[in-house]
């Protein structure tokens, strides 16, 4: 059975840091591109960052890059998301998902909701004022 499990949600202050993990079962993990998406409330699923299988690319939304870093470790079959210098717009559920890796141009990384296959539950990451 394939899951994704993610943690490490919670609630912070404006500026603060959070990292997020993603854990993976089910399948084989270094084969797959792993994604982190957030949706707000009212407001479409969005990507926010994703890794390729082998470490080497990676996709960062502008809303985030400077600011999150995406980095996996395959031994542990878990993806994280540091998150920094965190804003109230942050605020939403986070999920991480699997998808192939991209087969033509080395220089992209899949960010669209339909380029996944495997879905997490979710995790609540709250920014206050």
């Known amino acids: 059975e394939v899951q994704l499990v993610e943690s490490g949600g919670g609630l912070v202050q404006a500026g603060g840091s959070l990292r997020l993990s993603c854990a993976a079962s089910?399948?084989?993990?270094?084969?797959?591109?792993i994604g982190w998406f957030r949706q707000a409330t009212g407001k479409e699923r969005e990507g926010v960052s994703s890794?390729?299988?082998?470490?080497?690319?990676?996709y960062y939304a502008d809303s985030v890059k400077g600011r999150f870093t995406i980095s996996r470790d395959n031994a542990k079959n878990t993806v994280y998301l540091q998150m920094s210098s965190l804003k109230p717009e942050d605020t939403a559920v986070y999920y991480c998902?699997?998808?192939?890796?991209?087969?033509?141009?080395?220089?992209?990384?899949?960010?669209?909701?339909?380029?996944?296959?495997?879905w997490g539950q979710g995790t609540q990451v709250t920014v206050s004022l």
């Open positions: 998902a699997a998808g192939p890796d991209y087969s033509g141009s080395n220089y992209y990384t899949p960010r669209y909701l339909y380029e996944y296959d495997y």
């Open positions: 089910g399948f084989t993990f270094d084969d797959y591109t």
């Open positions: 890794i390729s299988s082998s470490d080497d690319s990676t």
